[in-house]
């Protein structure tokens, strides 16, 4: 696919899934502008690459209002924009604290919704004066969590399912206006994600106050684990949905089964109502 005059936008762009996408769109021709709360590793990535890096909290909405304003400065559009950047903090509901929930509902939920504020509208605008097929595409990363329950990742699936009901009502809403919407909902990849507490503000409790360390599912059920994949297969995905009509990016075969019996419940649920 043939990128060039293209923008992408990427939240969590300096490492990871965001970093690999990143890569592969430049590769496409692509201008890139990658956004992450980490400044030292984004200039490093955005020199490589020839991006524009913007420091960038997805939970706050200013920062994100800039990130958008600074793009459109720069390149005057935005073609591509992934909602990437999110955390995560593992262990027993019952043992999350109210700081644990408030962090991952500011980076998690909050993130993408800053997202759609600040890119959205004008994404709109740009689609309906040049009209024909996917004009933009809006993206998000969900999880596997945002699908089926995880033990011990009670306050990630909240928000993650969250970040699923957002793409399906805007990938309904923007059907005839240009705008392809997806939600990347994988297992297990190769991120730094488990280290996410090296990055959480004071104003929700630190890099200190980390209630558990993120649980591995397969210490938990091993039927949600899944293969631990690398970044650039999950990302290769991505690209390969990018303006087309694919809502649902699920990299692990291995989720079929889950997904499926928790939909089969909700099913049975209607054949068997109380009495």
Same mark, same amino acid.
């Given at each position: 696919?043939?990128?060039?005059?293209?923008?992408?936008?990427?939240?969590?762009?300096? /490492?990871?899934?965001?970093?690999?996408?990143?890569?592969?769109?430049?590769?496409?021709?692509?201008?890139?502008?990658?956004?992450?709360?980490?400044?030292?590793?984004?200039?490093?990535?955005?020199?490589?690459?020839?991006?524009?890096?913007?420091?960038?909290?997805?939970?706050?909405?200013?920062?994100?209002?800039?990130?958008?304003?600074?793009?459109? =400065?720069?390149?005057?559009?935005?073609?591509?924009?992934?909602?990437?950047?999110?955390?995560?903090?593992?262990?027993?509901?019952?043992?999350?604290?109210?700081?644990?929930?408030?962090?991952?509902?500011?980076?998690?939920?909050?993130?993408?919704?800053? !997202?759609?504020?600040?890119?959205?509208?004008?994404?709109?605008?740009?689609?309906?004066?040049?009209?024909?097929?996917?004009?933009?595409?809006?993206?998000?990363? /969900?999880?596997?969590?945002?699908?089926?329950?995880?033990?011990?990742?009670?306050?990630?699936?909240?928000?993650?399912?969250?970040?699923?009901?957002?793409?399906?009502?805007?990938?309904?809403?923007?059907?005839?206006?240009?705008?392809?919407?997806?939600?990347?909902?994988?297992?297990?990849?190769?991120?730094?994600?488990?280290? =996410?507490?090296?990055?959480?503000?004071?104003?929700? !409790?630190?890099?200190?106050?980390?209630?558990?360390?993120?649980?591995?599912?397969?210490?938990?059920?091993?039927?949600?684990?899944?293969?631990?994949?690398?970044?650039?297969?999950?990302?290769?995905?991505?690209?390969? /949905?990018?303006?087309?009509?694919?809502?649902?990016?699920?990299?692990?075969?291995?989720?079929?089964?889950?997904?499926?019996?928790?939909?089969?419940?909700?099913?049975?649920?209607?054949?068997?109502?109380?009495?």
């Amino acid at each position: 696919m043939d990128l060039l005059g293209r923008v992408a936008v990427i939240t969590g762009g300096a /490492s990871g899934i965001g970093l690999a996408t990143a890569k592969g769109l430049r590769e496409r021709g692509a201008s890139l502008v990658l956004a992450d709360i980490e400044k030292g590793p984004l200039d490093a990535v955005a020199a490589k690459l020839g991006a524009l890096g913007v420091v960038c909290d997805v939970s706050s909405k200013a920062s994100v209002d800039a990130l958008a304003d600074a793009t459109f =400065s720069r390149f005057g559009r935005a073609d591509i924009v992934f909602n990437n950047a999110g955390v995560a903090v593992g262990g027993p509901t019952v043992d999350m604290t109210h700081a644990d929930w408030e962090w991952l509902m500011a980076v998690n939920m909050w993130g993408p919704i800053h !997202g759609v504020e600040a890119f959205l509208p004008r994404m709109v605008e740009a689609a309906k004066a040049n009209p024909g097929p996917a004009r933009g595409h809006l993206l998000f990363t /969900s999880s596997f969590a945002g699908l089926t329950p995880n033990v011990g990742l009670g306050p990630y699936c909240v928000t993650k399912y969250g970040v699923v009901a957002l793409a399906e009502v805007l990938h309904k809403e923007l059907r005839n206006d240009g705008i392809a919407v997806s939600v990347l909902c994988p297992m297990r990849v190769a991120t730094n994600i488990g280290k =996410s507490e090296r990055n959480r503000p004071e104003e929700f !409790g630190g890099p200190d106050d980390v209630s558990h360390e993120v649980l591995d599912q397969d210490e938990a059920n091993e039927e949600l684990a899944g293969r631990v994949l690398p970044v650039e297969f999950v990302a290769d995905q991505v690209l390969a /949905s990018l303006f087309t009509d694919r809502l649902y990016i699920v990299p692990h075969d291995e989720a079929r089964k889950a997904v499926r019996r928790r939909f089969e419940r909700i099913d049975k649920a209607f054949e068997n109502p109380p009495a």
